[in-house]
């Protein structure tokens, strides 16, 4: 017995919806922005949070590591150009709204 990090495991994907989702509305789009006739964004969004994580450690005494105070987390919300590759992020310390993905 000894110490061990936990392990992940995939969850369930819809492998069919996401390939008909590919063939279907996107491919076509993308060649469109391609063309020039159309601008393509892929959006997405991340929180990270300002704790540590901590794991196992083998150790003679227990070790402490400051930790900041509350629930603090920087919300990233980034746009990448499908044709271009330009990257538009948006950082903020405060709650996603509408507002923040219109930005």
Known sequence: ?????????????????????TTEPLEPRLAEAKSGQRVVFLVEAAYCVFAPFLGPVWCCERL????????????????LNATTR??????????????TGCA
């Open 86 to 99: 330009a990257i538009f992020p948006v950082r903020h310390l405060t709650s996603i709204t509408s507002d």
């Open 1 to 21: 017995m000894k110490p061990r990090k936990v392990g992940q495991m995939p969850a369930k994907a819809a492998v069919t919806a996401q390939e008909d989702f």
């Open 64 to 79: 402490c590591v400051k930790a900041p105070s509350g629930r603090q987390r920087l919300n990233v919300v980034a746009a």
